[in-house]
């Protein structure tokens, strides 16, 4: 896993964007230097490896395109949510405007196909396909998850299906990215991107449960930030799901409350949580999904021992301190 992130991180760090214009290409270089794990392309490269491709650097500019779209979606997501900061640093639309923002972005995604450009030409086809498919669906997730944030109720189903296609479909993209490079079988193909759309939702339920239960010098994040902002996570809506009659005015009450004028509002949230047991019930299905996704990973037609640095990754990514 070691080698194929320093891969990745060399690769990006030795990008070349033009130097002008400026307010194009400064906020690309500024925002790639930002860091992150980088695991979406070390998925790639990961799956490649993993399939037997013969030389990994064939697999590096799909990578890089799986990483460039991702930071395209986080400027634009920060814009958006109007947030101002990424990693501890200031926002693109922060530190420059919103139209630098957005025309970076853009940026960010055609150079995204610029790198698909570069994978070998057998191959360009079959992941243009992939990539086009999971670009879209982050799309749609985006959309879902801003349309929920007016919404006064929305169902489980939704709620998972909005995770899927915000989170998860990139990470089970990134992976068959990699198969494809590797001349797996189109069913390996499949059960890799399995894998990583379940893994994806499961890791996602894991952060619901973390933002309200996490500790935070392990976290990265506040604490109870979710609650409050009303962001509809797992918890809150399993709980509008189960809450009886008696206990929705005080639940509405809550949510009607800033830390101004209720200082209690996250405690008072957190009690209603405990009552009806929503943090069981997300650890839970954070299970089901994960078993689902190695019930994929065990399907797949190469022997084991190429598996465990999947393994080891998804794990790590899984098992977080709380």
Same mark, same amino acid.
């Given at each position: 896993?070691?080698?194929?992130? +320093?891969?990745?991180?060399?690769?990006?760090?030795?990008?070349?964007?033009?130097?002008?214009? /400026?307010?194009?290409?400064?906020?690309?270089?500024?925002?790639? /230097?930002?860091?992150?794990k980088?695991?979406?392309?070390? &998925?790639?490269?990961?799956? @490649?490896?993993?399939?037997?491709?013969k030389?990994?650097?064939?697999?590096?500019?799909?990578?890089? #395109?799986?990483?460039?779209?991702?930071?395209?979606?986080?400027?634009?997501?920060?814009?958006?949510? +109007?947030?101002?900061?990424?990693?501890?640093?200031?926002?693109?639309?922060?530190?420059?405007d919103?139209?630098?923002?957005?025309?970076?972005g853009?940026?960010?995604?055609?150079?995204?196909?610029?790198?698909l450009?570069?994978?070998?030409?057998?191959?360009? #086809?079959?992941? =243009?396909?992939?990539?086009?498919?999971?670009?879209?669906?982050?799309?749609?997730?985006?959309?879902?998850?801003?349309?929920?944030?007016?919404?006064?109720?929305?169902?489980?189903?939704?709620?998972?299906e909005?995770?899927?296609?915000?989170?998860?479909?990139?990470?089970?993209?990134?992976?068959?990215?990699?198969?494809?490079?590797? !001349?797996?079988?189109?069913?390996?193909?499949?059960?890799?991107?399995?894998?990583g759309?379940?893994?994806?939702?499961?890791?996602?339920?894991?952060?619901?449960?973390?933002?309200?239960?996490?500790?935070?010098?392990?976290?990265?994040?506040q604490?109870?930030?979710?609650? &409050?902002?009303?962001?509809?996570?797992?918890?809150?809506?399993?709980?509008?799901? =189960?809450?009886?009659?008696?206990?929705?005015?005080?639940?509405?009450?809550?949510? !009607?409350?800033?830390?101004? %004028?209720?200082?209690?509002?996250?405690?008072?949230?957190?009690?209603?949580?405990?009552?009806?047991?929503?943090?069981?019930?997300?650890?839970?299905?954070?299970?089901?999904?994960?078993?689902? @996704?190695?019930?994929?990973?065990?399907?797949?037609?190469?022997? !084991?021992?190429?598996?465990?640095? =999947?393994?080891?990754?998804? %794990?790590?990514?899984?098992?977080?301190?709380?």
């Amino acid at each position: 896993m070691q080698h194929l992130q +320093k891969l990745i991180f060399d690769s990006i760090q030795n990008s070349q964007f033009p130097n002008q214009p /400026s307010n194009l290409y400064d906020p690309i270089r500024y925002f790639l /230097s930002l860091g992150g794990k980088r695991i979406r392309p070390a &998925l790639t490269l990961m799956a @490649a490896e993993m399939f037997g491709i013969k030389d990994i650097t064939d697999a590096v500019p799909a990578a890089k #395109s799986i990483e460039f779209f991702h930071n395209f979606s986080l400027i634009h997501d920060d814009v958006m949510d +109007k947030a101002p900061l990424r990693r501890g640093k200031e926002t693109v639309h922060e530190k420059w405007d919103l139209n630098v923002a957005i025309l970076s972005g853009d940026g960010l995604l055609v150079k995204a196909y610029v790198e698909l450009a570069n994978c070998p030409p057998i191959y360009i #086809s079959d992941l =243009l396909k992939t990539f086009n498919r999971i670009a879209i669906e982050v799309c749609e997730g985006q959309q879902m998850d801003m349309d929920y944030e007016q919404a006064d109720h929305i169902t489980m189903f939704q709620y998972i299906e909005m995770i899927r296609l915000k989170t998860s479909v990139l990470l089970g993209g990134a992976l068959q990215m990699g198969a494809i490079l590797a !001349n797996a079988s189109l069913e390996d193909q499949k059960l890799i991107y399995e894998f990583g759309e379940n893994i994806g939702i499961a890791f996602q339920l894991q952060d619901d449960v973390l933002d309200a239960y996490g500790n935070p010098e392990t976290f990265g994040k506040q604490i109870g930030g979710d609650i &409050l902002i009303n962001k509809k996570t797992y918890l809150l809506v399993k709980l509008m799901e =189960l809450i009886v009659e008696e206990d929705k005015q005080i639940l509405q009450e809550l949510l !009607n409350a800033t830390t101004a %004028n209720n200082p209690n509002k996250l405690e008072g949230i957190l009690d209603l949580y405990r009552k009806y047991d929503v943090k069981i019930l997300a650890d839970q299905l954070k299970d089901d999904f994960t078993q689902k @996704a190695f019930e994929r990973l065990s399907a797949l037609s190469i022997p !084991n021992d190429k598996k465990e640095a =999947l393994i080891t990754l998804s %794990n790590q990514l899984l098992i977080r301190e709380q």
